[in-house]
């Protein structure tokens, strides 16, 4: 099965790659580059220094194609993920002491150059990637770039933000007496502090500074620090999510400007007072462009019942459209006091099917009600995952009823783990039509007896339309027996359920909407190029700060977890999809990789120029060179280290494309 999931996964890729060749091909040119960079350094200085290079290579492996020129071999090779300069005398590997002094005649040998001399090599190629990454950050700030501002939207109730007293619609504009222009440099600030001092923010809540301390808390299932909050959503719709009945949908570009008749500031506003219906249809006022001119046209939307198991709720800005937060729920069968609702896609699933299939009448839709999935009539959630999840990567046929029409229709099943929770997030409830799927065992309805399928009918007598009216009614009689009224087949039945008081359950009942908005941006661009030179400088350094400290929470404190680390695989991964934003994003995207390069190449680790470093320090420092044999063997032992970190990089890269991330 393994095989067949990698196989499906490399098939899945090699499609989706054929389509983005050109994107791709960007990537591995932004490589190429910085590599280039890199080793340019080491050669210019060698040059300077009077050292004789041998090769000048980009990537490893077999010579593909080059030239040779006053001495030099310039050449392509096969695997374009590194480069490097073979200069005369430079043996990292060689256990032959006699072979190494030899090389140290030759006035024009690495080896018979001073400590210092080599040194200035050795640097050579790292501070190249540094003036890469500046120049580029610079060359992008006189442009312009779009990023998610750091105005916080959602705060998850008894979250270290919370507990702080950090509200929606703070805006933060230092970490720790630093200033911070995005989103991205909180998260990274507070990813990469100390949790026992915690952070020291500064936030401009509507034109008056706040000052607040936060001590991130650990997520040990993401093994990284968060406070529990998330970036602000904009009033301009990006997903619309399903159409109500009697009124026009959103549409992708509108922007919010009411709902009923309070104008909201954020879409945080607009989640809240939907939710706040629960489940009443409101009417929204969008602004549209229709032919290059505005209208004001009204929507009718509404927020969908969700029930979790006991003590567990999901976090501000749940959205049933792309499954977040909801692949947490347990697999038990969730329920309302023990009677589960049928189950009903609220979105249409992004599975592997084609785009045309996800708008094709036989494929599942959004709205469509799981009547039917195997031999299981009326299925729980529970029993839909388990079932589709053993035929992962095939299609299957389910029954739905569409438009109060029974329909034969064709779901494809992804391999990858978050595509098929996200799948299982487009899962909602048929919260209108109150039809029992099960009744859960232990709870106040079990000793009803409901049958499975049975419809409800009438609470205390009072006929129910839907789930929301038996709440309602739940809700009314708390601490209170309820007669119930349900029918099965043609025979009409009634049992007395008793209900807990409303403090045993309420936190089991929530909301959700369908539907959410793209975030507010910030555009961080230099007004003239001396800002923009201010810019790409204080980006770079803050690039090269914040890996050393990763760095160090990695490997000292373990504050972040070693499956965050990437490696070539998932930055060529994420690569392709910066590449399909834009020239100007395909170059920050490299500036930031040249930095990080800077940093971890200039590790005092073998293998590595830092690694050189730290000989050349000892043999300044001894008045003598470490014998060959030593030098060997440090490289050697760097090699393994290097090959094992490659390893685990290149496992968390495979793991994280497989997820989907």
Request: charged letters at 20%; one cysteine or more; aromatic letters at 8%.
């Amino acid at each position: 099965m393994f095989t067949e999931i990698i196989a499906s996964v490399l098939l899945s890729d090699l499609v989706g790659y054929l389509k983005d060749i050109w994107f791709i091909l960007l990537v591995l040119i932004g490589f190429s580059v910085i590599i280039f960079v890199h080793e340019l350094g080491h050669f210019l200085m060698a040059k300077w220094v009077g050292i004789r290079v041998e090769t000048f290579a980009i990537g490893f492996g077999p010579r593909l194609l080059g030239f040779r020129a006053g001495g030099t071999d310039y050449c392509l090779r096969l695997l374009p993920l590194g480069g490097y300069v073979k200069m005369m005398g430079q043996e990292d590997f060689a256990m032959d002491q006699d072979r190494v002094e030899a090389t140290k005649v030759d006035s024009a040998s690495f080896l018979a150059k001073t400590p210092g001399q080599r040194a200035l090599v050795v640097c050579g190629g790292v501070v190249m990637n540094v003036i890469f990454a500046a120049v580029a950050f610079i060359i992008v700030f006189m442009k312009g770039l779009d990023f998610t501002a750091p105005i916080v939207g959602g705060v998850i109730p008894e979250s270290p933000a919370a507990a702080a007293g950090i509200q929606q619609g703070d805006k933060v504009i230092a970490v720790n007496g630093h200033s911070i222009l995005n989103f991205n440099e909180l998260q990274l600030a507070i990813l990469t502090s100390d949790p026992a001092t915690g952070v020291e923010l500064e936030i401009n809540r509507n034109g008056k500074i706040v000052q607040t301390t936060v001590k991130p808390r650990e997520n040990k299932k993401e093994e990284l620090l968060q406070i529990g909050v998330s970036p602000a959503a904009s009033l301009t719709v990006w997903d619309p999510g399903m159409p109500e009945p009697g009124g026009q949908n959103l549409q992708e570009g509108d922007t919010i400007l009411q709902v009923n008749s309070v104008k909201p500031k954020y879409f945080d506003d607009v989640e809240q007072l939907v939710m706040k219906a629960a489940g009443k249809t409101v009417e929204l006022t969008v602004e549209r462009k229709v032919e290059n001119r505005l209208h004001k046209i009204k929507v009718l939307k509404r927020a969908y019942l969700i029930l979790l198991p006991q003590r567990e709720k999901p976090a501000s800005g749940t959205s049933l459209a792309s499954g977040k937060n909801l692949s947490d729920i347990s697999q038990e069968n969730v329920s309302l006091l023990g009677l589960a609702s049928r189950r009903k896609f609220i979105s249409t699933p992004e599975s592997s099917a084609t785009p045309d299939q996800t708008s094709n009448p036989n494929y599942v839709q959004g709205g469509d009600i799981v009547l039917q999935i195997g031999n299981i009539l009326h299925p729980t959630r529970k029993e839909i995952r388990d079932y589709l999840f053993d035929l992962r990567g095939k299609q299957v046929e389910l029954e739905v009823i569409r438009d109060d029409v029974r329909k034969q229709v064709k779901l494809d099943i992804p391999w990858r783990e978050m595509k098929f929770e996200y799948l299982l997030g487009a899962l909602g409830f048929d919260d209108m039509t109150p039809i029992v799927s099960t009744v859960v065992k232990g709870t106040p309805a079990a000793k009803l007896n409901i049958p499975r399928g049975a419809k409800i009918l009438a609470c205390n007598d009072k006929p129910v339309a839907n789930w929301f009216d038996i709440l309602d009614s739940f809700k009314a009689n708390a601490g209170k027996p309820v007669k119930l009224t349900f029918e099965y087949g043609e025979k009409k039945q009634t049992g007395v359920m008793d209900i807990p008081k409303l403090g045993e359950w309420e936190n089991t009942v929530t909301y959700a909407i369908d539907f959410f908005n793209k975030p507010v941006m910030t555009t961080i661009k230099g007004n003239n190029p001396y800002q923009a030179l201010g810019l790409g400088l204080r980006q770079t350094w803050n690039i090269i700060k914040s890996v050393y400290v990763t760095i160090q929470r990695v490997a000292i404190t373990r504050t972040i977890g070693v499956k965050q680390l990437s490696g070539p695989i998932y930055i060529i991964h994420k690569g392709k999809e910066v590449a399909e934003a834009g020239f100007y994003k395909l170059l920050y995207y490299m500036a930031l990789i040249s930095a990080n390069l800077a940093v971890i190449n200039f590790l005092p680790m073998p293998v590595v120029d830092g690694g050189l470093m730290l000989i050349l320090l000892l043999e300044k420092i001894r008045r003598r060179a470490l014998s060959a044999r030593s030098t060997a063997i440090w490289q050697a032992v760097g090699l393994m280290l290097i090959v094992a970190l490659f390893l685990t990089v290149t496992y968390n890269d495979i793991s994280k494309i497989i997820r989907g991330q």
